[in-house]
């Protein structure tokens, strides 16, 4: 491997454990955060962007990059401390939509409030045109991430777990 190589595994490792240390969410696991978001703001998009009318697991799954089986256990975790109602569609019960509760919309608001409160001190910190730069390298180094398909996907399945 390249000098340049084992510099940047350093670097990605370092910058992982600054960010972890100085980005919270208000005693809320990463995962659950995540998840929370991310049924927040897909049930905000507008209805006639969507070709289903909510938010599924499969969906959450999708933007999670993590398997269903290891969503549908977040999901139900979350349903039990009352953050997420689970409702079933009218048409075609075999469609299960996702929801926040008050309780899970007052935990995600407290949660996105540390979490903005922290990336705003980073930006602080690296300044708009540094900020921007990271941007767009953190946005082309996602474009690199494979599309699962197949086998690769049921194998990912077996193994993935949300941090």
């Given at each position: 491997?390249?000098?340049?190589?084992?510099?940047?595994?350093?670097?990605?490792?370092?910058?992982?454990?600054?960010l972890?240390?100085?980005?919270h969410?208000?005693?809320?696991?990463?995962?659950?955060?995540?998840?929370m978001?991310?049924?927040?703001?897909?049930?905000?998009?507008?209805?006639?962007?969507?070709?289903?009318?909510?938010?599924t697991?499969?969906?959450?799954?999708?933007?999670?990059?993590?398997?269903?089986?290891?969503?549908?256990?977040?999901?139900?975790?979350?349903?039990?401390?009352?953050?997420?109602?689970?409702?079933?569609?009218?048409?075609?019960?075999?469609?299960?939509?996702?929801?926040l509760?008050?309780?899970g919309?007052?935990?995600?608001?407290?949660?996105?409030?540390?979490?903005?409160?922290?990336?705003?001190?980073?930006?602080?910190?690296?300044g708009?045109?540094?900020?921007?730069?990271l941007?767009?390298?953190?946005?082309?180094?996602?474009?690199?991430?494979?599309?699962?398909?197949?086998s690769?996907a049921?194998?990912?399945?077996?193994?993935d777990?949300?941090r």
């Open positions: 491997m390249e000098e340049m190589e084992y510099e940047l595994i350093e670097a990605v490792f370092e910058a992982k454990h600054s972890h240390r100085v980005i969410f208000a005693n809320v696991p990463r995962g659950t955060f995540a998840a978001f991310l049924i927040d703001q897909m049930n905000r998009e507008p209805q006639q962007e969507r070709v289903v009318p909510g938010v697991v499969s969906m959450l799954s999708e933007r999670l990059h993590n398997s269903r089986p290891a969503v549908t256990r977040l999901i139900n975790d979350l349903e039990e401390r009352g953050y997420v109602v689970k409702l079933t569609a009218k048409q075609d019960r075999r469609f299960v939509y996702l929801m509760t008050p309780d919309q007052a935990v995600l608001s407290e949660a996105k409030r540390a979490f903005f409160t922290a990336v705003h001190q980073v930006t602080q910190l690296l708009e045109e540094d900020s921007r730069e941007l767009r390298l953190l946005r082309r180094i996602s474009a690199l991430r494979p599309q699962r398909k197949g690769d049921e194998a990912h399945e077996k193994t777990e949300i």
